[in-house]
């Protein structure tokens, strides 16, 4: 997969020139931007960016980029591929086809020297870099900014439960949202590459490595910094330097609390970088940083729990609820009478139920959207208390209608015994759904 560049005429930039580069990666052409420092005479260090998740731009990565070429990196940032990867479609080794593709290209550059590019790998780039530097030795050198040392599943678990937490999220949503959420995401193959194990990659890794951290509220650091170093050295790499910066958040950017992100680089990081590829920074490491909480291993779910009884499962409920009500419209158009037995109790199961099941599978998208709770009111989202009232009364609604039912079973015609016996099921089976989902506990 030879790198093919076409580069544009030079233009200045900020901290030095920009040229427009397209290179091959497999079949695919990728678009980027070589940025090197003003003025720079002879070979200098090149870095490869290597994106976090997301359809990511390079315009994203713009401090960064200004940032190394002040300090005397030849750097090359690309627009991340679309063909290939999506919210639920992913391949980390065809991501590291592309960042060894970059690779290829800095290094026939006139001003680079090919001994020393490198590659920065960014969050999701923290297990797409050190893979990508495990298949080639034209990688001189790794450098890894809010790397994860755990699955993707589990760092997602852990994010979003940080955030939840900062929101002054408690209880049943919190556990349901970060945990029970992730699983069922996992299960339902909408989690790409959920169980990545970043360990072989890196026992395999022999370039030189620095990984940096600041008050990371997405990747583990204190767990990530000791298991990419042991893997590091299990694999026989001694060449590994951490260090931490704890006024900095997820991408180093300056931060009071690791949430809140400000617009300028935290102070030292990129100036740490370049003494250490330049090889006169010190070497020692930083204590390991706070870190408030463990990650967790996610269990997978069970069978009658996983995504495809689950889909049944809400399928049934919601054709059987809407069907009731659209009997009960029918029946009122065409100025039939109440049959026995299914009065106010079935016609409240009915629309309490289908308005819960929808209600919440919205808000589950809502939230594994924009990673937001909404609103809180004490400790619970103002969004998940009302599902919570609305689950209550379809409860009341099923016990209500079951016995009903029970009541008229003497007097109901055939058709009125169907109708009420499937949404009396639907509402049996509402209530190991909502327990499951957290829906019916504190």
Avoid at 168 to 174: D, F, I, R, Y
Avoid at 208 to 225: C, F, K, R, T, Y
Avoid at 297 to 314: E, H, K
Wanted: charged share 15%; hydrophobic share 45%.
């Amino acid at each position: 997969m030879a790198a093919a560049g076409g580069v544009a005429v030079a233009r200045p930039a900020g901290q030095g020139t920009e040229e427009s580069v397209a290179f091959r990666s497999g079949d695919l052409t990728l678009h980027g931007t070589v940025t090197a420092p003003a003025g720079a005479a002879g070979r200098r260090p090149g870095i490869v960016l290597v994106h976090g998740s997301g359809p990511e731009k390079r315009a994203n990565y713009q401090a960064e980029v200004q940032a190394m070429a002040r300090v005397g990196f030849v750097v090359l940032s690309y627009d991340k591929r679309t063909t290939g990867y999506s919210q639920t479609q992913r391949s980390y080794a065809q991501l590291a086809d592309d960042a060894l593709a970059g690779v290829r290209l800095l290094s026939r550059r006139a001003d680079v020297d090919p001994h020393k590019v490198g590659l920065w790998g960014f969050s999701e780039g923290g297990w797409v870099a050190p893979l990508a530097a495990s298949r080639s030795t034209q990688v001189s050198y790794v450098v890894l900014v809010g790397a994860s040392g755990v699955s993707p599943a589990r760092e997602s678990a852990w994010s979003l439960e940080n955030k939840l937490r900062h929101a002054g999220v408690a209880g049943s949503p919190l556990r349901t949202l970060s945990g029970t959420a992730t699983r069922f995401l996992t299960d339902a193959g909408l989690l790409p590459e959920a169980g990545y194990d970043p360990m072989p990659a890196l026992r395999r890794l022999r370039q030189p490595v620095l990984a940096i951290w600041g008050n990371d509220q997405q990747s583990p650091p204190a767990e990530s910094a000791g298991a990419i170093e042991k893997a590091l050295r299990d694999g026989g790499n001694t060449d590994v330097t951490l260090r931490f910066f704890p006024h900095a958040d997820h991408k180093l950017h300056a931060s009071p609390d690791g949430f809140q992100r400000g617009r300028q680089l935290t102070p030292g990081y990129v100036d740490t970088m370049a003494s250490w590829v330049a090889g006169h920074g010190h070497r020692a490491d930083d204590a390991l940083p706070r870190q408030a909480r463990q990650s967790h291993a996610l269990a997978p779910l069970r069978g009658y729990q996983s995504s495809a009884a689950q889909a049944a499962g809400v399928l049934f409920m919601v054709v059987s609820f809407a069907a009731y009500l659209l009997g009960e419209l029918v029946r009122r158009l065409r100025g039939r009478p109440c049959a026995p037995g299914a009065g106010r109790a079935p016609r409240w199961l009915a629309t309490t139920g289908l308005a819960t099941v929808l209600g919440f599978l919205g808000y589950l998208s809502l939230v594994a959207t924009t990673l937001t709770p909404g609103p809180v009111l004490g400790s619970r989202p103002v969004l998940w208390l009302v599902l919570q009232l609305l689950t209550a009364g379809t409860a009341l609604a099923t016990a209500a209608t079951a016995l009903g039912w029970w009541r008229a079973r003497a007097s109901a015609t055939g058709r009125t015994h169907a109708r009420l016996g499937l949404l009396a099921l639907a509402g049996a089976a509402f209530v190991p759904w909502a327990l499951f989902w957290g829906l019916m506990t504190p």
